[in-house]
């Protein structure tokens, strides 16, 4: 009897040790279920005594969707690194037995001639920590999940039968691992609080992002990654009412929730969003006063950019909501306001997160109106334009115009093919290559959100880019105002145009250049040492016109025979989408096919600078290029071993953005080029290349002077002279071979630089140049446009043996920019020409 005595007293000072710890974050008031596991109880210690990697999120989630009827777990596909991309629904089990009919009751209140009926459940999706690296959101999670599926109080009882909560425990499964690895590894068991320690100082590239390096918080407007293709795919599938999304800022902050900086929300959403989005506001501020902890709203941060994901619900009927805590970045870290412990900033999620499921309690009511009006209201706008259609498509290239397809059809946007061929304003849309979207339609708003050119702004400020009108990105021809009447038939799934070889041949194969994997065809030729020329002029041949750049791969003298030729041309044509021609005579009108206008290419070999000193997001969109697209295989070369690295292996060096390289390794690539290698630089390398003499460029220099700005405004008057990403129209020398596989005169840029290249004095030289009004979208300052005015993106400089190309812009922004993508292939492929 004693010994049990004895053992009791002890489980009990255990079970207070237990309690201890989860009463720092759980109302220690609260009734909690016993037989719901705690997350130490799984995964081994406290939340907040190490960071969480994601293999434990998955094994707790899993155990607490076995011990609680109150949630479900389901996994929606994975990660480039095939990590499960996890989503609990949480609710109460009444409402789990009816989920589907809830589920389309919520959906059918978007609709056409919805009763107007707000008696039920409100849809709340929470997601976390979509910056690995900013680690509190997912901690948080642990617990936010556990007390759901543990607490027996009345207010608990309130939200599951008033909410599906769609809970998406970490929206960045790879870059967390990434930096749950550096901290852990890093800790001491007696913490460092120094922010010089190691701890605090991840390495390249840093946990913020995804395997590729993407900031993937800028990708729900785009869909181009799994993580967010899973995401986007709930989101339509439920339509949210609220949608939260828990962050980190720098470590001297303190806590910050939406709303953003009031004038800088995006036209296009509607006011009372802005006033739910206060209203919910106040839960925050009323929960973190509880708990003492210092907060700030409306300074900072917007709602413009539908591409993130506290403003994409913003266009879709809900309200997005950004929280950022102030990071500790590893486990305790001194700052402006103390010390911050990683606890402490759990705490803070974990305490808004539950504020967000009051408010979405209170304000049920009145967040399901807002959502029936949102899409009643849009329905009267589209209707007035009922006729009205936008088409888009490039008679050349059906693969790029698939894939914006491909992103309309993620968005549940409904989409046509052409009934046929037609030209508008000069334009001609063929069928099989165009796509047609009526405006009227559910969700016009949201395609006029991805249409739409803006060119006035209420603000000159703006914390992601101002312009990303879809079509432009994929440089494809476009009308916003054509009759319904070219309406085809619906397309329900998008399936891209089957490749093909017209006929075999003895003699050659055509390629031409415009289709948009037809650089993953070449690379796969010159792998297999198959000879391949391009054209440097035009031609045409049995009643076809070749553009520049088409590829010829004559049969005889090759590695292969005939037959295991046509046979390797008919696959690659196949998997790339590809129109090959097998012709059967040399004689053309133009260049004959044995002329000398023809270039042999060499196989590139390719590295890409990566590592300290290197944007890695710029990096990671060039990596993801090859990688995912074209099937090109690139070494990534390490800034830290470039000195010691044998450069002649390569005859291809990209440095993506980059402001500064050592000595050493300047010394080495000048070198290098110098003997015949090709450097191609984006956006600030180009300014290296120019002060280390890689190339002579001459820069139109801005003088700014502040006339009448007060102390106050000076940060704002500095910023809006920053080109933070606007779109831009230059024209084309298409007869260059950077530009080959271009069929139009005109281009559009996206820009996020503000160096202005002056233009070579021989014109032949300056292949792309803006207009004299180059603005087609998005905010720049006035005297910035007047510098950029005909000014030239792009320069190509010899240097030795070896060549230079500089590019200001960005050609492979965030996956997306489908239409410059070419640009950077010309550069590798043609790089003898150019
Ligand atoms: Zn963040």
Redesign the pocket.
Known sequence: MRAFLLLLLFCSALSAQNNLDLNYYIDSNTPLNPDIPTPKSIIGFDIGKWHISHDKVIQYMYALANASDRITIENRGTTFEDRPLLLLTITSPKNHSNLESIRTEHLAATDDNAPEDFNRPLVVYQGFS??GN?PSGTNAAMLVAYYLAAAQDEFTQEVLDNTVILFDPCFNPDGMQRFAYWANTNKNINLTSDPNDREYSEVWPGG?SNHYWFDM?RDWLPVQLPESQARIKTFHKWLPNILTDH???GTNSTFFFQPGVPSRTHPLTPKLNQELTKKIGNFHAEALDKIGSLYFTEESYDDFYYGKGSTFPDINGGIGILF?QASSRGHLQESDNGLISFPFTIRNQYTTALSTLKAATVLREDLLEYQYNFYNNARKEASKISKQAIVFGDEKDAAKTNALARILEQHQVEIYNIKEDFTENDKSFKKGYSYIIPKNQKNSRLIDAMFEKRTSFQDSLFYDISAWSFPLAFNLDYEEKVSTKHLGEQVKNVIFNEGSVSEKSDITYLMEWHEYYTPKILNQLLNHGIRSKVAMKQFSLNNKTYDYGTILIPVQNQKLNSDALFSLLNNLSKESYVQIHGVNTGLTNGIDLGSRHFKTLKKPEIALLVGDGISSLDAGEIWHLFDTRYNITTTKLDTKNLEKTDLSRYNTIIIPSTSSLSKEITEKLKTWTKTGGTIIGFRNTVKWLNSNEFIKLEFKEQELLAENISFEDKSEFRGAQRIKGAIFEAKLDRSHPINFGYKNDKIALFRNTNIFIKPDKDSYNNPIQYTEKPLLSGYISKSNLDSLSNTVPLQIKRFGKGKVVAFTDNTNFRAFWYGTNKLMMNAIFFREEL
């Open positions: 979509i910056h900013e913020r918080n962050h980190e800022m950022e």
